[in-house]
């Protein structure tokens, strides 16, 4: 099965920013298209669906 889900930024360093450190740990999120905040876990942000599939089928087309 392959994964969907790509960080692109790493949920390790987006746990640093957490109050303890730790991928359970909540953070802030802003959004700027929308101007919304809530908070969220590391591993619910910085991601998008499929992105390293994106990148492989351009590189294979270049």
């Known amino acids: 099965m392959t994964k969907v889900r790509h960080h692109y930024v790493p949920a390790f360093h987006l ?34 669906k499929n992105f390293t599939m994106w990148i492989c089928l351009i590189h294979n087309l270049m």
């Open 15 to 48: 746990s640093l920013f957490t109050q303890d450190g730790n991928k359970n740990s909540l953070l802030w999120v802003f959004d700027q298209k929308t101007g919304n905040q809530r908070e969220s876990v590391p591993e619910s942000v910085g991601y998008e």
